[in-house]
């Protein structure tokens, strides 16, 4: 649903003043090590100090096995997180090809307060709510776990629309599909169950949302009507031929046709 940034997101972003950062600061092994380290040494330093008036000897134990090697995991850790950070839009550079300017351009309008956040407020894991896209007059953003999030201009986005309908593991997968133009001239990927061949992105959280397709289907609609030019349905037929786009038989052969056609 359509709703202001969520707290810690929006905390985050006025923190470094980029929602492209407050996203690439979420994830990481440096900041991961530098947490772990800060609670073990924490640990290490509540049981261990109070312990040193009643056993010294104990208590200097506790702190060596605990407080000095958490010390020793939280500084490189934040120093890795450190340069993760510093080099934030470098990340996004070779990431969307987009140059530096054109990505401070897009966190403007990311920041702006008409950028249109969609929440996703109900999960099976019962999660907090996330802010899973953002999307601008001339951007589309994706929460992208671990990495960030994914960037698009919606000039390159060739397709965009919620499927149900994608064979995986543990029966079809639902999600928002989105397929750019570097995507059709790419190398597709072979379905291992159809023996199709597809390409694009899909949102890792989403996959998980009670309400994938209230999110997705919200998020449709609004790059669609920002640019419409953007396929928005899965199943098309150009010229009398139906083309399925996650399904296809020569990827690059097919989305030619459906362009030229």
């Known amino acids: 649903m359509k709703a202001e940034m969520t707290k810690s997101l929006r905390k985050t972003a006025e923190k470094y003043g980029s929602v492209l950062a407050a996203f690439r600061s979420q994830g990481g092994a440096g900041k991961g090590l530098a947490a772990g380290g ?13 312990l040193l008036y009643v056993n010294f000897a104990g208590g200097l134990v506790v702190l060596m096995i605990l407080a ?3 010390i020793a995991m939280a ?3 934040a120093i890795v997180h450190k340069v993760r950070m510093k080099d934030y839009l470098e990340y996004y550079h070779k990431q969307t090809g987009y140059s530096i300017e054109e990505l ?18 109900t999960s099976r894991s ?15 953003l994706s929460v992208w776990a671990m990495y960030g999030c994914y960037l698009r201009r919606l000039d390159d986005i060739v397709a965009a629309f919620y499927s149900n309908e994608i064979p995986g593991i543990n029966g079809f997968r639902r999600n928002l599909f989105v397929i750019t133009r570097w995507d059709i ?13 597809y390409m694009g992105f899909e949102n890792a959280i989403l ?8 999110v997705c289907e919200e998020a449709v609609a609004e ?6 030019h953007i396929i928005t349905c899965q199943n098309i037929i150009v010229k009398g031929v139906r083309y399925n786009l996650i399904s296809m038989d020569d990827w690059q052969r097919d989305w030619t046709n459906i362009l030229e056609g």
Not at 38 to 50: S, T
Not at 107 to 118: C, G
Not at 188 to 194: D, E, G, M, R
Not at 207 to 214: A, G, L, Q, T, V
């Open 207 to 214: 996959s998980d949302m009670k309400n994938c397709r209230e």
């Open 223 to 228: 790059i669609a009507a920002r640019a419409p």
């Open 104 to 121: 401070r351009a897009a966190d403007q309008e990311l920041m702006s307060p008409d950028a249109v956040k969609i929440v996703s407020r």
């Open 68 to 70: 000095v090697p958490g």
């Open 38 to 50: 800060i609670a073990v040494a924490a640990m290490g330093i509540l049981i261990g100090v109070p």
């Open 185 to 197: 001239r790419s190398k597709p990927v072979k379905n291992a169950y159809t023996g199709k061949q």
């Open 126 to 140: 019962g999660v907090r709510p996330e802010t899973v896209f953002i999307i601008t007059p001339h951007y589309f």
């Open 75 to 77: 500084i490189p850790g």
